[in-house]
């Protein structure tokens, strides 16, 4: 069976079809009992009896294509009995005339009830699957409003979280800058600087968008790790195992930049702590992120406002939940990713 959709949307698309559907519905009684009917005709007029039965069915034909039309032109008609009315109006003058031709000819219409009965089923039928249409109609535009309504909720709610990272980016960096102008180390100087323009470049086109693909990630961290190297001389290093076959896959703009700051935050990175992170993909299409744990022996002044906010733009984005793993030794976080756009 289809769907709801399909079955009202061929009401619209194909009025004739459905129109000929409900003639057949309407003319059926004089359709089971044609036989009967002939058999207390001469044979002579049997040939008049079924030219009659053909117009009467097309005659019904036209009228439910007429009205069905009508009505779809009048989607904004709210009013059941207001329908009703006017349907009856049309399907009294259609009768009118009906009667008129049947009058003028040679008439087989041998109980004027049931044809009456079928012109006030032929008008309540019409003034329903237009009503029905008229409110399927309004309750499509109430759904695509609040689909729309709730779009622009999602994306002012991630905006807000992207938000939330740059500031902490932001400073970061500039101290990173004036480490390096302090120890007036002119080329380290330039190549900071450069790959920081190409981090803060995509970071502030990132609020116009939502899923990226996982290449674009990867890239991001690739010339974002130009930047840790100089920071931590050489101490922390990534190892990126991605093949380039499931670089397709969609991610949440900026969901590494918080996973990677935060090993930075906190763990101790020095000569006797270095530090390697490591992104992966594991047999469930997830991106692991993990690294060795080196606690500071103070612990940070953070809140956890970075995987939080990860978090919350994962179930809003993509409907799914990350996963975080800690042993004390290695700190692993579980990134689902999408296979559609």
């Known amino acids: 069976m289809g769907s709801l959709d399909e079955k009202i949307s061929v009401v619209k698309a194909k009025p004739g079809l459905v129109s000929l559907v409900c003639a057949v519905f309407i003319a059926y009684p004089n359709l089971a009992w044609i036989l009967c009917d002939m058999s207390y005709l001469a044979p002579d007029n049997h040939q008049g009896f079924l030219f009659f039965f053909g117009f009467r069915?097309?005659?019904?034909?036209?009228l439910i294509w007429f009205l069905l039309k009508s009505n779809l032109r009048h989607e904004s008609c709210t009013s059941f009995l207001e329908r009703l009315f006017r349907n009856a109006l049309f399907v009294f003058g259609g009768f009118i005339i009906y009667k008129s031709i049947s009058y003028l000819?040679?008439?087989?219409?041998?109980?004027?009830?049931?044809?009456?009965?079928?012109?006030?089923?032929?008008?309540?039928?019409?003034?329903?699957?237009?009503?029905?249409?008229?409110?399927?109609?309004?309750?499509?535009?109430?759904?695509?409003l609040i689909e729309n309504l709730r779009v622009e909720n999602l994306q002012s709610r991630c905006d807000a979280l992207a938000n939330q990272i740059n500031p902490h980016f932001f400073f970061?960096?500039?101290?990173?800058?004036?480490?390096?102008?302090?120890?007036?180390?002119?080329?380290?100087?330039?190549?900071?600087?450069?790959?920081?323009?190409?981090?803060?470049?995509?970071?502030?086109?990132?609020?116009?968008?939502?899923?990226?693909?996982?290449?674009?990630?990867?890239?991001?961290?690739?010339?974002?790790?130009?930047?840790?190297?100089?920071?931590?001389?050489?101490?922390?290093?990534?190892?990126?195992?991605?093949?380039?076959?499931?670089?397709?896959?969609?991610?949440?703009?900026?969901?590494?930049?918080?996973?990677?700051?935060?090993?930075?935050?906190h763990n101790i990175i020095d000569s006797d702590h270095r530090m390697d992170i490591r992104i992966e993909l594991n047999e469930r299409m997830e991106l692991i992120v993990s690294n060795p744990v080196y606690p500071k022996l103070t612990p940070p002044d953070t809140n956890g406002t970075g995987l939080n906010n990860l978090e919350n733009r994962f179930l809003l984005l993509m409907d799914k939940q990350i996963r975080v793993e800690s042993d004390g030794h290695m700190f692993k976080v579980y990134l689902p990713l999408n296979n559609t756009v």
Not at 105 to 132: E, K, M, N, P
Request: net charge neutral; charged share 20%.
């Open 57 to 62: 069915f097309l005659y019904f034909w036209g």
């Open 105 to 144: 000819t040679v008439s087989y219409d041998r109980f004027l009830s049931i044809i009456i009965f079928q012109f006030i089923v032929l008008a309540l039928l019409c003034t329903l699957i237009g009503y029905i249409q008229m409110l399927y109609h309004d309750q499509r535009e109430k759904d695509q």
């Open 172 to 265: 970061n960096s500039l101290n990173g800058i004036s480490s390096l102008i302090r120890k007036k180390n002119d080329e380290n100087t330039l190549l900071y600087v450069t790959k920081l323009s190409d981090i803060f470049r995509y970071i502030l086109q990132s609020d116009k968008r939502s899923l990226v693909p996982l290449s674009e990630e990867l890239s991001f961290i690739e010339a974002f790790q130009h930047v840790m190297v100089v920071r931590f001389a050489n101490k922390l290093t990534f190892t990126i195992k991605v093949p380039e076959n499931q670089r397709d896959l969609r991610i949440p703009v900026l969901s590494l930049l918080p996973l990677v700051e935060n090993v930075a935050v």
